[in-house]
């Protein structure tokens, strides 16, 4: 949620957190500050504070400590940001963490007035290393060369057993007090630390981006009592595919099919390892075995001549791709296979989704993957019939297109199997030419059955052979025939319907397959809101690339006792140009045998994740109480072990955890709050069921904003409290986009943002901000594409939110859907974050 940056939290840098490039330049630099007003047209004059739509001071962090104008919390000199409108003094100052570490000892003990603020934690991770908090950088790079002896991989060089590792320097544990120090949600959006990348070589360790693996813990307890006794789960979320297309996120690549392995345990050579006997043998990191190097690990094939070893990728990124030998073939690469199922019923005619459907792909066709010229595509129609097309080349001149149709739903059969799928580059114009009259075939249909369930079976039976992707497009309730489900096929769905659909049934097929399930309440093609929002995802869904015949291996350490502990994650899978590939992703992590170092490094979001992957495992299996039970229950054993291992048993009147943790609370409100998971009979059944496919399929950034929506700096808490009369504030779950305009708006405001004089003429409901000449309305228009900008998120989605202009003093049912998103307000049997804190604390003092 956005609104004007002096409501109750100082600003927060916006500059991402970075490391510098080598040890000695631990020193932290002082902000910059830059101003554009000069150059900006000329702004007008609103009320204070109520038009700001967020700015932020650009600082550049280093490991050591922030300025103070750049700490949360603390009032600082800032650049306009978003245009340039003046900066507001902030009215509160939210205390943030204490400036000594945190112990059983030191507990109570008065916080240090000049550290007020988070700073992105001193790094820990191995490898690399920093210096440890108050250490200088001299004592910093001697601390790393005994540290790093193990891992050394300069040429020649004989290393240390792995037990020989010093300690990695950790976080260091800091409570706050939950009642007094609340949660602010920009701390959602602070970076995870860096790996530093100083090395004792010549060349520096590429880690891993959280986008890729992410741990519930960045300190692993060396023993499962420690782990049990924390009462943290210890998961990693792999995602090892974070963008829609290759060219937004390149890995590098191993093209010499030189692949060196464990031979124990199977493990790929990796930037962790160590080299033996002057390089010639290496010593696996995951289970200590030795393994020789390979012959050609050091010759360039290519070009035939010897190459520098330490230039390889795979020494050099936590996450690279080989290109896969034939021995890691079965059988030789399928081609790209998309099966089309259109529903071609009353239903989705009248509502104009198998013309929107056609038109998309038909104007997609040139996005869709087909580098190696193989992609093959097919059509199903789908009634109370099965509607098969058989599509002749573009060289078959006289050739046209053919329906046939199969009325026997028990066993559907493939009346011709060798010509229902055909490649895109030798038929592209009479596919063109099907697609365009496809609408026209069934324009008259009056039928209002629907054997979607057959139309699966004959699809998988019509691709097995090669695997691939079955896309149903579907806006009537399979009401006819059967459906069976078998391995290598994978089934996207996307849902439309006014009426119900039986999403929980439906969703179970893109759940149990690798696919995904996108849901369309109320869409008509009508509505040009509607028409441009599907057509939109589904042609950059159609672009996406994807991966065939994947086979996902997860590898851990052999032994969690070392200093640092190693996993890894493999993905062996055929691209869309088909070529086998081997994904690796290398994750290194130090491990403790203390429970406050457990505590100190663990990652609320990515605990949030889990948590929101198990509350719906079990809303399915046991149903929603239990599921919401289950959450309460969990964090109420968390901050009860908090109080009586680390925080001596006594919390006086507050309610303690680690800072880190500090926003996991209303993250589990916002769970129990959410969509899939509230406590409400007036939420349909098909809705609720699209918001679990959500709770468990989103990635961590955009997880947490559907959990606890938000917007353009500078985040606000989701209370009605943070919300003035006069102002405008823009709502984002990730998934919906509400724009909320105060019952007190100044008509200049109306006027440069809605085009309107007056409120009672604003068109509220579902729509698009009109684009006027004016400064402000272009500014508005800015922060909302931004935060529709998933790919600045690290993430790749299809998903384009509508967005629904709300007027307070509007429409009852409208207003009170947007309010919903206001995780801290009481609103349908739930609490409101000041009496859920207060819940928590009753049951953990019990």
Same mark, same amino acid.
């Given at each position: @949620?956005?609104?004007?940056?002096?409501?109750?939290?100082?600003?927060?840098?916006?500059?991402?957190?970075?490391?510098?490039?080598?040890?000695?330049?631990?020193?932290?630099?002082?902000?910059?500050?830059?101003?554009?007003?000069?150059?900006?047209?000329?702004?007008?004059?609103?009320?204070?504070?109520?038009?700001?739509?967020?700015?932020?001071?650009?600082?550049?962090?280093?490991?050591?400590?922030?300025?103070?104008?750049?700490?949360?919390?603390?009032?600082?000199?800032?650049?306009?940001?978003?245009?340039?409108?003046?900066?507001?003094?902030?009215?509160?100052?939210?205390?943030?963490?204490?400036?000594?570490?945190?112990?059983?000892?030191?507990?109570?003990?008065?916080?240090?007035?000049?550290?007020?603020?988070?700073?992105?934690?001193?790094?820990?991770?191995?490898?690399?290393?920093?210096?440890?908090?108050?250490?200088?950088?001299?004592?910093?790079?001697?601390?790393?060369?005994?540290? @790093?002896?193990?891992?050394?991989?300069?040429?020649?060089?004989?290393?240390?057993?792995?037990?020989?590792?010093?300690?990695?320097?950790?976080?260091?544990?800091?409570?706050?007090?939950?009642?007094?120090?609340?949660?602010?949600?920009?701390?959602?959006?602070?970076?995870?630390?860096?790996?530093?990348?100083?090395?004792?070589?010549?060349?520096?360790?590429? /880690?891993?981006?959280?986008?890729?693996?992410?741990?519930?813990?960045?300190?692993?307890?060396?023993?499962?009592?420690?782990?049990?006794?924390?009462?943290?789960?210890?998961?990693?979320?792999?995602?090892?595919?974070?963008?829609?297309?290759?060219?937004?996120?390149?890995?590098?690549?191993?093209?010499?099919?030189?692949?060196?392995?464990?031979?124990?345990?199977?493990?790929?050579?990796?930037?962790?390892?160590?080299?033996?006997?002057?390089?010639?043998?290496?010593?696996?990191? @995951?289970?200590?075995?030795?393994?020789?190097?390979?012959?050609?690990?050091?010759?360039?094939?290519?070009?035939?001549?010897?190459?520098?070893?330490?230039?390889? /990728?795979?020494?050099?990124?936590?996450?690279?791709?080989?290109?896969?030998?034939?021995?890691?073939?079965?059988?030789?690469?399928?081609?790209?296979?998309?099966?089309?199922?259109?529903?071609?019923?009353?239903?989705?005619?009248?509502?104009?989704?198998?013309?929107?459907?056609?038109?998309?792909?038909?104007?997609?066709?040139?996005?869709?993957?087909?580098?190696?010229?193989?992609? +093959?595509?097919?059509?199903?129609?789908?009634?109370?019939?099965?509607?098969?097309?058989?599509?002749?080349?573009?060289?078959?001149?006289?050739?046209?297109?053919?329906?046939?149709?199969?009325?026997?739903?028990?066993?559907?059969?493939?009346?011709?199997?060798?010509?229902?799928?055909?490649?895109?580059?030798?038929?592209?114009?009479?596919?063109?030419?099907?697609?365009?009259?496809?609408?026209?075939?069934?324009?008259?249909?009056?039928?209002?059955?629907?054997?979607?369930?057959?139309?699966?079976?004959?699809?998988?039976?019509?691709?097995?052979?090669?695997?691939?992707?079955?896309?149903?497009?579907?806006?009537? !309730?399979?009401?006819?025939?059967?459906?069976?489900?078998?391995?290598?096929?994978?089934?996207?769905?996307?849902?439309?319907?006014?009426?119900?659909?039986?999403?929980?049934?439906?969703?179970?097929?893109?759940?149990?397959?690798?696919?995904?399930?996108?849901?369309?309440?109320?869409?008509?093609?009508?509505?040009?809101?509607?028409?441009?929002?599907?057509?939109?995802?589904?042609?950059?869904?159609?672009?996406?690339?994807?991966?065939?015949?994947?086979?996902?291996?997860?590898?851990?350490?052999?032994?969690?006792?070392?200093?640092?502990?190693?996993?890894?994650?493999?993905?062996?899978?055929?691209?869309?140009?088909?070529?086998?590939?081997?994904?690796?992703?290398?994750?290194?992590?130090?491990?403790?045998?203390?429970?406050?170092?457990?505590?100190?490094?663990?990652?609320?979001?990515?605990?949030?994740?889990?948590?929101?992957?198990?509350?719906?495992?079990?809303?399915?299996?046991?149903?929603?109480?239990?599921?919401?039970?289950?959450?309460?229950?969990?964090?109420?054993?968390?901050?009860?072990?908090?109080?009586?291992?680390?925080?001596?048993?006594?919390?006086?009147?507050?309610?303690?955890?680690?800072?880190?943790?500090?926003? !996991?609370?209303?993250?589990?409100?916002?769970?129990?709050?959410?969509?899939?998971?509230?406590?409400?009979?007036?939420?349909?059944?098909?809705?609720?069921?699209?918001?679990?496919? !959500?709770?468990?399929? !989103?990635?961590? /950034?955009?997880?947490?904003?559907?959990?606890?929506?938000?917007?353009?700096? /500078?985040?606000?808490?989701?209370?009605?409290?943070?919300?003035?009369?006069?102002?405008?504030?823009?709502?984002?779950?990730?998934?919906?986009?509400?724009?909320?305009?105060?019952?007190?708006?100044?008509?200049?405001?109306?006027?440069?943002?809605?085009?309107?004089?007056?409120?009672?003429?604003?068109?509220?409901?579902?729509?698009?901000?009109?684009?006027?000449?004016?400064?402000?309305?272009?500014?508005?228009?800015?922060?909302?594409?931004?935060?529709?900008?998933?790919?600045?998120?690290?993430?790749?989605?299809?998903?384009?939110?509508?967005?629904?202009?709300? +007027?307070?003093?509007?429409?009852?049912?409208?207003?009170?859907?947007?309010?919903?998103?206001?995780?801290?307000?009481?609103?349908?049997?739930?609490?409101?974050?000041?009496?859920?804190?207060?819940?928590?604390?009753?049951?953990?003092?019990?």
């Amino acid at each position: @949620m956005s609104a004007p940056p002096g409501d109750g939290y100082g600003q927060y840098p916006q500059q991402p957190y970075s490391q510098p490039e080598q040890p000695e330049d631990h020193a932290s630099q002082p902000a910059a500050h830059h101003h554009d007003g000069d150059h900006k047209k000329k702004k007008r004059g609103y009320a204070a504070q109520a038009f700001d739509f967020g700015t932020g001071a650009n600082v550049t962090a280093g490991t050591g400590s922030a300025p103070a104008a750049a700490q949360y919390g603390m009032p600082q000199p800032q650049a306009p940001g978003y245009g340039g409108y003046p900066q507001q003094d902030p009215q509160v100052v939210s205390p943030g963490y204490p400036a000594q570490p945190y112990n059983a000892q030191q507990f109570g003990a008065p916080a240090s007035s000049g550290a007020g603020g988070y700073q992105a934690p001193d790094a820990y991770y191995p490898g690399p290393g920093v210096p440890a908090p108050g250490a200088g950088a001299a004592a910093g790079i001697g601390n790393i060369t005994a540290g @790093m002896a193990q891992m050394q991989m300069g040429p020649g060089a004989q290393q240390a057993m792995p037990h020989a590792q010093q300690a990695v320097a950790l976080n260091q544990l800091y409570p706050v007090d939950l009642l007094n120090q609340p949660f602010n949600p920009a701390e959602l959006e602070f970076p995870l630390p860096h790996y530093s990348p100083a090395q004792p070589r010549p060349i520096h360790l590429r /880690p891993i981006a959280p986008k890729y693996v992410r741990s519930t813990l960045n300190a692993i307890p060396t023993t499962n009592n420690l782990l049990k006794k924390s009462k943290l789960p210890f998961a990693l979320i792999i995602q090892p595919y974070a963008s829609l297309h290759d060219i937004d996120d390149t890995v590098p690549v191993v093209q010499d099919q030189v692949i060196s392995r464990c031979r124990r345990c199977r493990s790929y050579i990796n930037p962790y390892v160590t080299f033996l006997d002057n390089g010639h043998r290496w010593r696996c990191n @995951m289970c200590n075995l030795t393994n020789d190097v390979p012959q050609a690990f050091d010759w360039d094939a290519a070009s035939q001549r010897s190459v520098d070893r330490w230039e390889r /990728p795979e020494l050099n990124h936590a996450v690279v791709e080989f290109v896969a030998p034939q021995e890691y073939m079965v059988r030789p690469p399928q081609p790209l296979v998309y099966l089309f199922l259109f529903d071609v019923s009353y239903a989705a005619v009248s509502s104009g989704l198998l013309a929107t459907c056609a038109r998309t792909i038909l104007d997609s066709l040139d996005r869709i993957p087909n580098a190696d010229r193989r992609t +093959r595509l097919g059509f199903v129609a789908v009634d109370s019939s099965l509607h098969y097309f058989s599509i002749p080349k573009d060289e078959d001149a006289n050739a046209e297109t053919s329906m046939l149709v199969i009325s026997d739903l028990d066993e559907p059969f493939l009346p011709v199997p060798h010509d229902l799928l055909v490649p895109l580059t030798e038929s592209r114009q009479s596919i063109e030419s099907f697609l365009t009259k496809l609408p026209e075939m069934f324009q008259n249909n009056q039928s209002n059955g629907s054997c979607m369930g057959s139309a699966l079976r004959a699809g998988h039976k019509l691709i097995s052979a090669m695997g691939g992707k079955l896309v149903v497009l579907s806006a009537s !309730l399979p009401n006819l025939g059967v459906g069976k489900l078998e391995s290598q096929v994978s089934i996207d769905m996307f849902l439309f319907s006014s009426n119900y659909q039986d999403v929980a049934s439906l969703s179970n097929l893109p759940r149990y397959t690798g696919g995904q399930t996108w849901f369309y309440p109320g869409w008509n093609a009508g509505r040009p809101e509607d028409a441009i929002k599907f057509a939109s995802e589904f042609s950059d869904y159609l672009s996406s690339e994807i991966g065939l015949e994947a086979v996902l291996r997860v590898a851990i350490d052999e032994t969690v006792t070392k200093n640092v502990a190693c996993f890894q994650a493999a993905v062996l899978h055929t691209t869309c140009n088909g070529e086998r590939r081997i994904r690796v992703l290398t994750l290194a992590l130090p491990t403790t045998q203390n429970l406050s170092d457990i505590y100190a490094s663990a990652d609320q979001c990515a605990i949030a994740t889990y948590f929101s992957h198990k509350a719906v495992e079990r809303a399915l299996s046991s149903g929603l109480d239990p599921a919401r039970d289950g959450l309460q229950s969990k964090i109420t054993e968390l901050l009860q072990t908090f109080r009586k291992e680390l925080a001596g048993g006594s919390m006086g009147g507050g309610l303690q955890f680690p800072a880190n943790l500090r926003g !996991l609370p209303l993250l589990f409100l916002g769970m129990m709050k959410n969509l899939g998971l509230r406590k409400s009979a007036q939420i349909p059944s098909d809705l609720r069921s699209a918001a679990l496919c !959500l709770l468990s399929t !989103l990635p961590v /950034p955009l997880l947490m904003q559907y959990i606890y929506p938000h917007s353009a700096p /500078p985040p606000l808490n989701l209370s009605s409290e943070r919300i003035v009369s006069y102002g405008l504030y823009l709502i984002d779950d990730g998934q919906t986009q509400f724009l909320w305009v105060g019952r007190d708006a100044v008509p200049q405001l109306l006027a440069d943002v809605f085009g309107v004089e007056d409120r009672t003429q604003l068109r509220v409901g579902k729509g698009t901000l009109p684009e006027l000449e004016n400064d402000f309305n272009e500014r508005i228009r800015a922060v909302i594409q931004k935060s529709r900008d998933h790919k600045a998120k690290g993430v790749g989605s299809i998903i384009v939110p509508h967005l629904y202009i709300v +007027r307070e003093d509007g429409e009852p049912s409208l207003k009170l859907w947007a309010q919903t998103l206001l995780v801290e307000d009481r609103a349908d049997q739930g609490l409101s974050a000041a009496q859920w804190l207060g819940v928590l604390r009753e049951k953990v003092v019990q």
